[in-house]
């Protein structure tokens, strides 16, 4: 049974609208905004994106009313190449970006971790975060900056207590173990994540309008995974738990498709560019349940983003989802489709729908090995991917064993090839 502790919800998952609101939901929400406009500025921001439920036009006007990636502003030209590929443009070099980017590989990120008390603190701080963004840029020629922030960042500010054990990684309460799932109401997220919005802001201030800023959140499914078993690892007791008790999970997902697209329209109304979905178990799941936990709520998550008003483009990472991932190309929304080192170019560029941007995939530990295979793997990825628009990037994130000066090396491939 799914239950929560700031008010009773209705929920009928994925069907139009996620949620029907009963009449103290409305009294709530105005609660919030009380306590909203008392506070900072980005805040205000945070709510204005809130109160433009369901008044935006549908997504087919989503493309057309984003700005080009090569426009004028401020006298001049500013060329965003990602952007141009995410617009629909082949690109050559591919721009380049590195999933955490921002990580501990930077003897620099590792000074700057140890002035917070916890990991979490650390991406509710926005100085630090501001930082932790700015450092890779420094050292390399990269073409975007990424958010420093956490995909648990959600169910935390949805009430469950996250935490983060050293050298093991994050640890919930499991919802396994519990019979009746408590959880906040998911408009309440907002107003608990202002720190990060704020860093948001100060990021876009402070980085050359050339180089994009991604948002991001982590998918459904993956949030879910971490809430109902507690930990990472091996997936099989959420499995089990989405078979026994599906509607719990189900009303569960629905939650965090209202949470997360809440969040990510903060992010874009702050000065986000463009927004990536981090959906990074979607491996060993049936097609049955693929569908129903995958596909059914990022469909419902870009719906509800696109009504909140958020028209950044939006890159799916399905990471594991084998042969399904033309599924989730074509059946999602997604602008844009992250391919992981397991999944051929060529598979991935024959299963989305022609002219999708893509995105990968080099293996993160060929990056950690450097030498003439690796930089010979990067020149691969480059051609494995034309014609089609694309943008360079790992299959999965960057390891902390990876000596700095092979990113640098990386990049000099890439634009060499």
Known sequence: MLA????????????????????????????VQQRLEARAPVESLVLSVAQRLDRKSDAAKVAEARPPGNREEGGGMIDQAMIRVLDGERVDPPPVWIMRQAGRYLPEYRELRARAKNFLTFCYSP??????????LRRFDLDAAILFSDILVIPDALGRKVRFVEGEGPRLDPLSKEEIWRLGAPEDVAAHLAPVYETVERLRAALPRQTPLIGFAGGPWTVATYMIQGEGGEKDRSREVAYRRPG????????????????????????????????SWSEGLSETLFERLIIAPTRALMTRLRALGAIAPVIGFPRGAGALIGRYARETGVTALGVDTQTPASFARAEAPQGMPLQGNLDPQLLVCGGRSFEAGARRVVEAFRPAPHIFNLGHGITPQTPPE???ALLKAIRRA
């Open 4 to 31: 929560y502790s700031a008010q009773e919800l209705i929920l009928e998952p994925f069907a139009g609208l996620v949620f029907a609101m009963t009449p103290g939901q409305s009294t709530q929400l105005s609660g």
């Open 406 to 408: 092979h990113v640098t």
């Open 248 to 279: 719990d999970v189900d009303s569960l997902l629905a939650v965090l498709v209202e949470a997360t697209a809440r969040h990510l329209a903060a992010q874009a109304a702050a000065g986000a560019d463009c927004l990536q979905i981090f959906e």
């Open 127 to 136: 100085a630090l975060a501001c930082e932790a963004v700015l450092q890779p």
